[in-house]
């Protein structure tokens, strides 16, 4: 048995110096600037995935804190708003994005729970084991999280590729880069028909987003704070391309009676404000702070 | 709880510590503390099941002490046919209740009447055909007087409960497993590194082969009407090494965490796509069921010593009732239906022993013949696979006959095609190392071999690395056998 356990650990060695560099390389390429704890003064908040991010400067000017990240669900808004409650901030008004595809089922897999599991406490898991599992294990043993797995591969095949064979950009990456509205309308199409079959994959929506949503709401029953659903703006090829699909976000909102302030076609044919067909730029996030926290 | 998750990964390494530095002193609380945890892992799942499984295990540890001590042949045969009938009654109720009652109100449809079958709603319990087969067998043998019965219902309890094998098998034989677990275990160095070789390429197996290929095969099978013949092919070649690669792989991990245990359990798999023929194939593919059939089923109905009406008669019915043991759809009696039809030009030329040992033994390579006789035994199975992974029959029968189409001469071509690459290399590498290990009891068994600590080291972590940047973790896929 000595003979083993002393094998076992020496080859546990390599399996742990390889799992702390992916822990390294973890924190610096996908957990840093993730958490934020804002002041304890502060009494507004937004919560959005990357539509809320052009308004990251602005918000502030107004008193509102964005807590938006790029591909947040509503479970990881859930998470922390709990934060929030639970540690002491004085809430007073919640924004929240109730965009069409926010119930989405690609919403479903393609989110920031194992960083937002940050905000969480034990709290938020069955039990203590569920907790340790996925705060604890996870985050700690990379060798455990597939999300740093794909991170990870997906970084050194770009140094591999880049270092054999210097990658000419492709005609979509090529449009990506050029201003939005300098584009011609058949690649802002194009773009628009990817992004639609990325947001909306199919029909039904996801039943555990709607679940935290409805959780969401509860909250803001429970906790006396306001919530205002936003829907953000889009630009018109975007809005021809999805035309009527919605998972219906904002429809759960109107049946609790809570305040919808909708832009989603406001700035439809002002492409300049625009990163891309539904990101506002910087300014259109600085005019869109101003209108929608200045009311 | 699956083998190849985070909650088995924390839940082993206690078990270890348990088992080995805890209680290995005192037998009995050894045997407990397996007792207990293998429920533990068994309710994991449904834990309101883990009452069926106790009511089993009750029910055949008793009838078994009552054969046993029945003063009459009437009254032994009394207590066999009450364990076999509620045996097979909770396997009927649980499994087969839907398919008859459909099946019925099909059948009077067709002859005009139409009824509303009431069908059960309810889950079938995780891995009931093992664990009522393990059970059968067990009072079999008391009935045959081939065993006596275990009086200690701990030792009994964990000879049906045993955590590797519960689920999914290996289908274990009271006279293998109960007297290694009547007798205290003591830890072996070799056999210790074995199984964690063994569980290494298990999960090589489930994860990088099996679960890949799910991905490709699920999305070709489900819109089969829209796929070239080629892709169609493809996509039967994909849940090939899907099913094997799962259940294989589950067998492999089951069978090493046994061994870390100092248990030996049951070969499951000896390469079967290398067989020569059906015959061969069937000796190597999930061989603790096969082998239950042919002594529990086969032999008793005459086996092939009677003619040779008979002989076809009872490889038609083992075959058939191996289709249905699968679950209860008409496609599986098919599959079992088209196996035993394979089978049929070995019995009739008295050729179903042929091939007894590996192909090419001593040599890298196989003869011309060999090679041949390899891949039309592996179309065959690829084949009769389609019926197992189709919905239905209506599914299989389209499917075929989208093979079947000038369109199987074309390039195969669907959306995840330029993804699918990695897995096809993957799974010729695969491949390769299973031929080159294939003297062996698993593809890596002979690494043992290699003396070079480095090396040997090397391969393990490569392993290891190709397990985590090319296993599918992205979705947790279940042991397809789960179901069974």
């Known amino acids: 048995m000595k003979k083993f356990l002393l094998s076992a650990s020496v080859f546990l060695m390599f399996v742990l110096a390889f799992n702390v560099l992916l822990f390294v390389f973890g924190k610096i390429n996908y957990f840093k600037d993730y958490a934020v704890y804002p002041d304890k003064k502060i009494k507004s908040f937004l919560f959005a995935d990357s539509h809320g991010l052009p308004l990251e400067k602005f918000s502030r000017d107004y008193g509102v804190v964005n ?38 089922p690609y919403r479903e897999t393609s989110n920031n729970m194992e960083r937002s599991i940050s905000y969480t406490s034990t709290k938020d898991f069955n039990n203590l084991y569920h907790y340790f599992k996925e705060a604890v294990i ?35 990456e090529l449009a990506a880069e050029t201003d939005w509205s300098k584009l011609k309308e058949e690649e802002k199409l194009a773009q628009c028909e990817k992004r639609k079959k990325d947001q909306f994959p ?3 929506s996801s039943d555990r987003l709607r679940k935290a949503l409805e959780n969401i709401i509860a909250l803001s029953k429970s906790n006396h704070f306001t919530l205002v659903g936003i829907r953000f703006p889009l630009t018109s090829t975007y809005l021809q391309v999805i035309g009527n699909s919605s998972y219906g976000a904002e429809n759960v909102f109107k049946e609790n009676q809570i305040l919808v302030l909708d832009y989603k076609s406001t700035y439809q044919h002002r492409h300049e404000l625009f990163e891309n067909q539904d990101h506002l730029n910087d300014e259109g996030g600085k005019l869109f702070s101003k209108v929608i926290f200045s009311r | 709880m699956l083998f190849n998750s985070l909650d088995f990964a924390v839940f082993f390494p206690l078990i270890f510590i348990l088992y080995w530095f805890v209680t290995q002193k005192n037998l009995k609380l050894q045997n407990l503390m397996l007792l207990l945890t293998s429920f533990f892992f068994y309710a994991c799942w449904d834990w309101r099941f883990l009452f069926l499984l106790m009511f089993s295990i009750f029910l055949d540890y008793f009838t078994g002490i009552k054969m046993q001590d029945a003063g009459s042949k009437k009254e032994k045969t009394f207590w066999f046919w009450l364990s076999v009938i509620v045996n097979l009654g909770f396997l009927g109720v649980f499994k087969y209740y839907n398919f008859f009652a459909d099946s019925f109100a099909d059948a009077l449809a067709l002859a005009g009447v139409q009824v509303n079958p009431w069908t059960l709603s309810i889950i079938l319990p995780v891995g009931i055909s093992f664990y009522t087969f393990h059970g059968l067998s067990y009072v079999i043998d008391i009935y045959k007087s081939r065993i006596d019965a275990e009086k200690n219902f701990v030792d009994y309890a964990v000879f049906v409960s045993f955590f590797p094998l519960l689920v999914a098998g290996p289908i274990e034989r009271a006279t293998h497993l109960l007297p290694q677990i009547k007798k205290p275990r003591h830890f072996d160095y070799n056999k210790a590194i074995d199984g964690l070789r063994q569980i290494l390429w298990g999960l090589f197996k489930k994860v990088v082969i099996a679960d890949n290929c799910a991905k490709f095969a699920n999305e070709i099978f489900q819109n089969s009407d829209q796929m070239s013949g080629s892709t169609l092919v493809l996509g039967a070649i994909f849940f090939t090494f899907q099913i094997y690669g799962d259940f294989s792989g589950y067998s492999d991990i089951a069978l090493g965490t046994a061994r870390l245990m100092g248990i030996e359990l049951l070969r499951n798999f000896a390469f079967p796509y290398f067989s020569r023929d059906i015959a061969e194939f069937w000796r190597r ?23 040779i009406w008979m002989k076809v008669r009872n490889t038609f019915i083992i075959f058939l009732v191996s289709g249905f043991w699968h679950g209860a759809n008409w496609t599986f009696l098919v599959w079992g239906g088209l196996n035993a039809l394979y089978f049929m030009p070995l019995l009739l030329t008295n050729s179903n022993r042929t091939n007894l040992e590996i192909v090419a033994q001593g040599r890298f390579l196989p003869s011309f013949r060999e090679f041949f006789q390899i891949l039309t035994t592996f179309a065959l199975t690829v084949f009769a696979w389609i019926f197992f992974r189709a919905t239905d029959l209506h599914h299989a029968v389209s499917y075929i006959g989208g093979i079947f189409s000038p369109s199987l001469l074309t390039i195969p071509k669907f959306e995840g095609m330029k993804d699918a690459f990695a897995t096809i290399n993957l799974t010729l590498i695969f491949l390769l190392v299973e031929w080159i290990g294939r003297e062996g009891n698993y593809g890596i068994a002979n690494l043992n ?4 600590k480095a090396i040997r080291w090397g391969i393990y972590f490569l392993i290891l690395l190709t397990i985590y940047f090319y296993g599918n973790h992205g979705e947790s896929v279940e042991f397809i056998y789960f179901q069974f």
């Open chain 2, 285 to 307: 593919w999930h061989i603790s069921l096969s082998s239950w059939f042919r002594d529990y089923l086969y032999i008793p109905l005459g086996g092939s010593k009677g003619g």
């Open chain 1, 67 to 104: 807590l938006s990240y790029a591909s947040d669900s509503y479970f990881d808004m859930e998470r922390k708003i709990n934060y929030l409650l639970r540690n002491g901030y004085k809430v007073d008004s919640v924004f929240i994005t109730i965009d069409d595809h926010t119930l989405s």
């Open chain 1, 138 to 172: 996870r985050y700690y043993v990379p060798l455990f999280q597939p999300k740093i797995e794909s991170i990870f591969m997906a970084f050194v095949k770009a140094k591999i590729m880049d270092f054999i064979r210097p990658k000419k950009k492709t005609k979509e």
């Open chain 2, 449 to 452: 071999k290699v003396r070079n």
């Open chain 1, 202 to 204: 199919s029909e039904v």
